[in-house]
């Protein structure tokens, strides 16, 4: 897996001069200077060309917690250390694109140890749909960037590709065009379906698919188990098979009034179940019906 670079709260109007300048000139390069005095070790490091970029994932001033936009970096450069010309070359298209950044490049001291990094980019885009920036995960040490409070600074993370360029759907939305697909599609003759089969595209169409979840207590889950003794509360049959990770019976927690209609993450509302009878219970014909969970258990 490769790595890219996430950049904490850039101000947005920075980025939206860069996407008025690209869409003016039809792309070309631009120009960040985070401000701090550390130099981007990773960049210095990897050394990103126009054949070689490396992935940069942007938070705003205005939203820390969410990645939203991201671009290619190119260049990397101590500003420290540029030479006459190229310092001009800079101001120049500075002073053309980026008015707004054109005075923190020319009045940069080298000897103040500040903004030290010059960063250029290409293909800034601003995301349709914006996610949080828990989804990137820390080179370091392969954790969650945690929710940032204040602008500034910057991670090496894990590149997660086109993920954030997908287009969303939500759980429900996918499900129930899903079911309506298959629904239609029950109905064709044996003739139709292969002559359908036959024109498919056979790689699916990638999307980012999200739900709503809920913060399990994690000693409901092992109090139900232990509850359990490796037997389905339902049917009485024993698990399955055994966990691949832990060595423990499969059985799985099901909420007899689900967390969703309210219910509540306890013992008394919880039960260990083989997969067939949570299935059924979620999809079978008794989907929906009242169970009352001290009759079951």
């Known amino acids: 897996m490769s790595n890219a670079l996430f950049i904490n709260g850039i101000f947005n109007g920075v980025l939206t001069e860069i996407i008025q300048a690209q869409d003016a000139h039809n792309g070309g390069e631009y120009f960040l200077q985070p401000y701090k005095g550390q130099v981007i070790k990773f960049l210095k490091k990897q050394q990103p060309t126009s054949d070689a970029p490396i992935r940069l994932y942007i938070s705003t001033t205005e939203n820390l917690s969410q990645i939203c936009y991201t671009a290619e970096i190119i260049r990397w450069e101590d500003k420290r250390e540029l030479s006459e010309q190229r310092s001009e070359e800079v101001a120049a298209i500075l002073k053309r694109d980026q008015s707004g950044e054109a005075g923190h490049f020319t009045g940069f001291d080298r000897n ?148 969703s209609q309210g219910g509540e993450d306890t013992v008394e509302n919880a039960a260990a179940l083989c997969p067939n009878c949570h299935r059924e219970l979620h999809h079978g014909q008794t989907s929906g019906e009242q169970l009352n969970a001290p009759d079951k258990i």
């Open 112 to 259: 103040a140890n500040k903004s030290v990094n010059l960063v250029t980019i290409r293909s800034l885009r601003r995301l349709d749909s914006l996610h949080s920036t828990s989804l990137l995960r820390k080179a370091s040490d392969d954790l969650p960037l945690k929710k940032r409070t204040r602008a500034g600074g910057w991670s090496e993370v894990y590149d997660i590709g086109d993920c954030v360029n997908l287009p969303v759907e939500t759980r429900e939305q996918y499900k129930s065009e899903l079911s309506s697909s298959v629904a239609e599609t029950v109905n064709l003759s044996d003739d139709e379906l292969h002559e359908r089969l036959a024109s498919a595209v056979k790689i699916p169409e990638r999307v980012q698919v999200v739900s709503v979840g809920y913060r399990r207590n994690p000693n409901v889950i092992v109090a139900v188990f232990r509850r359990a003794k490796g037997i389905c509360e339902r049917c009485g049959q024993r698990a399955p098979f055994i966990r691949r990770s832990d060595g423990t019976p499969y059985l799985e927690t099901h909420h007899w009034t689900p967390l």
